[in-house]
Every structure is written in structure tokens, then in C-alpha cells.
């Protein structure tokens, strides 16, 4: 779904991103791990658009993306999500979700006045939409509270419902269980799970979490120093002695 060649992001003298190359399989569900300043982040920047690289290419479906800003990233089906959601605080629940969809008529001055047949029903399907989105999360019931009233986790859920209405082909999910409890983790884990088993979703996620990373991922991607380090399953990458000595000696698995 993904390809990343020879990727370089600068910053000054900073390399943070320093030569990646990988591959993100299509309909897989892929890990990216590493400590502090491994430049996951600044590589999931990158490849969604917010930061044109110094050097590579990354491809969509073989189709060349590099540089492409996030909107038109947007527009071909690669989104992602951020550490801190990035809610709309004061549009409901379902707002949120409902203001998505690009290219709405409702948007055009003269269609909100001349074709309000064609606006509202456009509206209607829409808000079936999300309606299907916050009954697939279990977050129906606060589906007309402000979204910046909600919880950390809800947030969370409520960004990955976001993505849920255009059907996207890959999904850059940045800590999505950084600051959750573990009663909503396992509804977003289940939801991610879900999307990818039953809907086809291709995941690529950032998490620090070493046992959601177990129980979601296909195989992961280690960084370091801006540099994949190793790749392999979960299990695989927390023998490898080269990642052990990334984290300071530490067991990924312990506490």
C-alpha cells in the first residue's frame, strides 16, 4: 500500500528522518516502535503531508506521493491521526464526524440558497453515515455533547471515527492508547481490529505500548537515530539485541 524510499527530513543539521526505506502492506496492520526521538513522528509527518522531505519518495499504491500536501493526500485515501486529538471543541460529537466528507454542496454559497433539496439530502446520508460511525464505536450516547468535553479516550475514538467517513485506504495512527484507560482501549483496539478484519483498513501505528503492539500488529518497524533499526513480529523485534540496546538495556515488556 506504502512504499518509502530513501526517505531523509532535515532540520538544520538534525537529520530526524535519515534514510528509511520500508513497505506497509496493504490490508495489514503495521508497528512502528522506537524510543524518544527515533523520528517516527517526523516520518509519519512526511508521508501524510505535512512536511515536504529533503530527500525520497514515498508512493502510494505505486503511485509517486512525495510532497503531496495533507490534503490531497486526503483526497487519494491516506489520513492520519495525531498524539493529542485534534477535535473541533465546540461542534457536537456528531458534528465532527459530519464535517469530513469533502466536496459537500452545503459548502457552495449558491447551492445553500438555489438547491437546498440537493444540500439537505446530501446532509441526510451523511448523517446516516455518521450515525453508523458512532453506533460501530459504541459512542452513541454522546453523540450530541461538545466534542471538547469529552474524555482523552473518547477523543481518541472520536478521530478514528473520522476517518471512518470516507473509507480511507491507510490509516497513520499516531499513540492512539497513549493517555486511555484500559476500558477504552480495548473498544478502540477492537474497533482497529475490526476495521481491518472486516473492511479491509491498512493500519500503520506509532505506540509505545508494547502489548497492544503484540495484539494488533502484522510486524513492526523499529527506528532509531532517524534509521530503521530491524523489522520483524512483535516477538522478533523485542529479542533483537539491537533494539534492547536502543532502549538503554531496558525489556520492552517490563513496566
Known sequence: MIRIDGLHMHFGGIR???????EIPRGKITGLIGPNGAGKTTLFNVVAGHHKP?????YLEEEEVTGLAAHELFARGLLRTFQVAHEFSTLTVRENLMMVPSGQPGEHLWNAWFRTGQVQARERDIRHRADQ??????????????????SGGQKKLLELGRTMMINPKVVFLDEVGAGVNRTLLKTITTAIQRLNREQGYTFCMIEHDMTLISQ???????????????QGSAAEVQRDQRVIEAYLGKNLLDP
Open 16 to 22: 530526524a528522518v535519515n534514510g528509511v526505506s520500508l
Open 54 to 58: 529533503t530527500a525520497g519518495h514515498v
Open 133 to 150: 460511525v458512532l453506533d460501530f464505536l459504541q459512542i452513541t450516547p454522546v453523540a450530541n455533547q461538545l466534542a471538547g468535553n469529552l
Open 216 to 230: 494488533l500488529c502484522d510486524s513492526v518497524v523499529v527506528m532509531a537515530e532517524g534509521m530503521v533499526l530491524c
